[in-house]
């Protein structure tokens, strides 16, 4: 067997893919059960199942505001409610989205894109959530999303990380 005929054959037996498009890892994050029906901030398994398609900054923010939720939720007294994450947070509702209607790349340059997710409710009204995506290293990666109010999940994740859990 020739070097040319082993690259073939290794190249199929680790099942090369090509690196998917913005729209196509959109579709794959809403996909995840973990994307469709997390109520509050995803716990560190969902976490980890959906970090191949999120940045590393969006994922250390996501991981920063569970250990300030933890703190939190250590420090608030008995019979008190804490200040917890509780709505759907890839999808901003409280009911559970049942997968996305449609996927549209608004802008898409060699390192960025911004693409659309309409998303289906059993009970509710589809609405939209935009994404923020960049290229790293050649592999799109979600870096953000925006709620159908205009709010920014990152700048929400800040404030609340930033938040001091104070009881009096």
Known sequence: MGLPYFIVAMALAIDVQPNPSPDQVV???????????SHGLPDSTALKSITRFISPGFAKL????????????????????????ETAIFAQTWGDATGADRILVKT???KSASVVAALKYLHDEPHEINLELSS???????????YPD??????QLRHYVRFKCAFL
């Open 150 to 155: 205009g709010t920014s999940l990152s700048e």
């Open 62 to 85: 996501l991981r920063q505001a569970q250990a300030a939720e933890a703190a939190c939720v250590k420090d608030t007294p008995a019979g008190l409610k804490p200040p917890i994450w």
């Open 108 to 110: 898409q340059s060699s």
């Open 27 to 37: 579709r794959a994050f809403y996909s995840t059960d973990v994307a469709l029906h």
């Open 136 to 146: 790293i290293d050649g592999i799109w990666v979600i870096t953000d999303l925006k």
